[in-house]
């Protein structure tokens, strides 16, 4: 889990060390340096419009990997909400919500969010929670079965017995046991929410240009794709990289979690 941790971080890091890293902004124009390959004045080539890519993939990176932690931050929260009270809760109401679950569930995810998206035209905000709302439903179950789990223990039994109130259960001694499997659950949250950043910047109605993000930037270059591949290539590359890091990171974590006794 230490090298993709690590290669996760020096992403983010390279992406808030953008200005220092690269040598123009990410919307500088230069029409003399039109479709110019790789190079040592431009690492990652240039586009139709002379924008340098490096610099657009590293600015581009502030965009989905934002979009990514923000939305699985809000999946995380509707999720646990969701999930917590269907756990603790049990009994009908825990059967209305988990019925609600496995609707949402069975609702393709990606064409629902293209439909809202092309409705609402998201600012980069909004498509952080439509992201999130698509995505609370794993975490709701997964935080549902631990608090099914934690809740028939003897420490939760003792709390109860000395007078614990509902909230107190909640917060004190059953959150604080599922946030292991909640950390999982957000993990891969991160790379599902990059990945279906990516697929709607890339049919259009994601992230709108001219603010770069690595979907938008794979949406621009299918065009030259056999003239120019390098378009392609480097936002293509490093959606790859992250979403593998991000999963291994979170495959990682829950078989540490496994491990434990």
Do not use: C, K
């Not at 971080?9 to 808030?16: D, P, T």
């Not at 690269?22 to 790789?38: F, G, K, M, S, T």
């Not at 610099?55 to 932690?69: I, T």
């Not at 591949?229 to 593998?244: D, H, N």
């Amino acid at each position: 889990m230490r090298l993709p941790a690590l290669v996760l971080a020096s992403l983010v890091g390279a992406a808030f060390a953008a200005p220092a890293i690269v040598r123009y902004p990410p919307d500088h124009l230069d029409l003399d340096a039109r479709r110019q390959p790789p190079s040592a004045a431009h690492w990652f080539g240039t586009d139709d419009l002379g924008r340098d890519v490096v610099a657009r993939v590293l600015y581009g990176a502030r965009v989905s990997l934002g979009v990514g932690l923000l939305s699985a931050a809000v999946a995380g929260i509707s999720g646990t909400g969701i999930g917590g009270v269907a756990g603790y809760a049990g009994g009908a109401l825990d059967a209305v919500l988990m019925r609600g679950t496995d609707a949402m569930l069975a609702v393709p995810r990606l064409p629902l969010l293209m439909i809202a998206a092309s409705i609402l035209q998201p600012t980069v905000g909004v498509l952080v929670v439509l992201i999130g709302l698509a995505g609370w439903m794993e975490t709701a179950r997964v935080l549902r079965a631990e608090f099914m789990t934690l809740r028939t223990r003897g420490f939760v039994e003792s709390a109860r017995a000395a007078g614990a109130g509902h909230a107190r259960l909640v917060m004190v001694h059953l959150l604080p046991n599922a946030a292991h499997a909640l950390i999982v659950s957000v993990t891969l949250a991160v790379a599902r929410g990059i990945l279906l950043e990516s697929a709607l910047s890339f049919f259009g109605v994601g992230v709108r240009p001219p603010q770069a993000s690595w979907g938008n930037m794979l949406y621009q270059a299918q065009s030259s794709l056999t003239t120019e591949p390098w378009l392609a290539v480097a936002p293509g590359l490093f959606i790859l990289i992250t979403t593998w890091s991000v999963n291994l990171v979170g495959d990682g974590l829950s078989r540490s979690r496994s491990s434990q006794p």
